[in-house]
Each structure stands twice: as structure tokens, then as C-alpha cells.
T-cell receptor
């Protein structure tokens, strides 16, 4: 059975702090790892990672994948209150067409 | 980019009634769509995989007679919660992946917040 584990489950920081969110996985026939941000409604796509060691970056957010150690991190620098959300990690494996989601990390950024 | 539209975005119904939720792919044909349920402060849990022209595949523990899925066309899948009860109150989300780009992100509908009173 595919597993995706995220840590921490929740995190409270102040504006300007840098945070690192973790995602580890155990899946059969890994194809890709995806990060989503979920506020009050449906998740919005952030990154898709397929290769080890190649950092993907979008503004203050960046992510990298380690396929040897089976984990990914999502970094957010200079956090803002608008970054407060649940961040979901999901893995697409070759044995299944659907995504397997982690439990999510609830990030709260205080002013 | 590819867009998935879900309707309604919220619904309140009486216990014992049925509710239908629609999920449409707007600019691509989706032979497969996925239905998730999310309880407060929990992650998305896959309920079923909707297959165009054939029966849906349900995850373990999901009652197929309670959560009826119909995928009659390449752009529309529907989830009907039959004889809804308060414990069915949840956030339901559908997703689909553009088959023209199979190894890309899944696109999500806006979600439907169901409240059964």
C-alpha cells in the first residue's frame, strides 16, 4: 500500500520566518511527487517533482526531491500571512492512476 | 490550462434525501476522474475512481450503493450521495488529469461542502 507522510502536522511562525515542510513516501513505481496549497477550498497546484536534486522555484517557494532517501521538502522564505494554509504532498505512482495524499501540514503565519 | 469545474460549491440537505454533485472537465476529455472526501482538519481521502463508460472503482470502506458514481460522458462525472445522513457531511472534491499530458498535475474542482441536517 502506498504511503505518504508529512511533517510537521502543524506549524506556527511569524511573518518573515523561513519554514521547511517535509514529505516522505513509500510507493511502488514512483512517477512524480506533487505539492499543493489548500486554503478554504480545493487544493491549488504548486510543484511537480520527478527528478532528484533539481530544485523547483516559484517566488519565495521552492521544493526539491530526493528519490534515494524517498522524501521531498518544501521551503517558504520570508513568510507572509497569506502563506497560511494547509500544504499537501501527494505522490503519483505507476501502480495507480490516482494520487496518494499525505495528511498535510497546517501552516499558520502570524503578523 | 486545463480546468475542472465542480457544482454545486455548497449544499444543505435534509437527512434521508439524495444529493448530486457534478464534476466537469472544461477543456479536455477525462476518461478517468477521481472523487475525494475531506473531513475537517484531515487530508483528502480517495473515495472512488470514475471511469467513463464503465463501473467506478471504489476504495475499501466506501459504500458503492450509497455513493453512486456515473461517468456517462468524457467530460462529466457525477457523485450522488443517496439517503444522506449527518455523518456524510463533508467536503467532496473531484479531480482529473489531462490525458494529453498524463504525467502532469491533477486538476481539482472547486469542491462541494455538503451539510446534512
Amino acid at each position: 500500500e502506498d504511503k505518504v507522510v508529512q511533517s510537521p502536522l502543524s506549524l506556527v511562525v511569524h511573518e518573515g520566518d523561513t519554514v521547511t515542510l517535509n514529505c516522505s513516501y513509500e510507493v511502488t513505481n514512483f512517477r512524480s511527487l506533487l505539492w499543493y496549497k489548500q486554503e478554504k477550498k480545493a487544493p491549488t497546484f504548486l510543484f511537480m517533482l520527478t527528478s532528484s536534486g533539481i530544485e523547483k522555484k516559484s517566488g519565495r517557494l521552492s521544493s526539491i526531491l530526493d528519490k534515494k532517501e524517498l522524501f521531498s521538502i518544501l521551503n517558504i522564505t520570508a513568510t507572509q500571512t497569506g502563506d497560511s494554509a494547509v500544504y499537501l504532498c501527494a505522490v503519483h505512482s505507476g501502480s495507480a492512476r490516482q494520487l496518494t495524499f499525505g495528511s498535510g501540514t497546517q501552516l499558520t503565519v502570524l503578523p | 490550462g486545463a480546468v475542472v469545474s465542480q457544482h454545486p460549491s455548497w449544499v444543505i440537505c435534509k437527512s434521508g434525501t439524495s444529493v448530486k454533485i457534478e464534476c466537469r472537465s472544461l477543456d479536455f476529455q477525462a476518461t478517468t476522474m477521481f472523487w475525494y472526501r475531506q473531513f475537517p482538519k484531515q487530508s483528502l481521502m480517495l473515495m472512488a475512481t470514475s471511469n467513463e463508460g464503465s463501473k467506478a472503482t471504489y476504495e475499501q470502506g466506501v459504500e458503492k450503493d450509497k455513493f453512486l458514481i456515473n461517468h456517462a460522458s468524457l467530460t462529466l462525472s457525477t457523485l450522488t450521495v443517496t439517503s444522506a445522513h449527518p455523518e456524510d457531511s463533508s467536503f467532496y472534491i473531484c479531480s482529473a488529469r489531462d490525458p494529453r499530458s498524463p504525467n502532469t498535475e491533477a486538476f481539482f474542482g472547486q469542491g462541494t461542502r455538503l451539510t446534512v441536517v
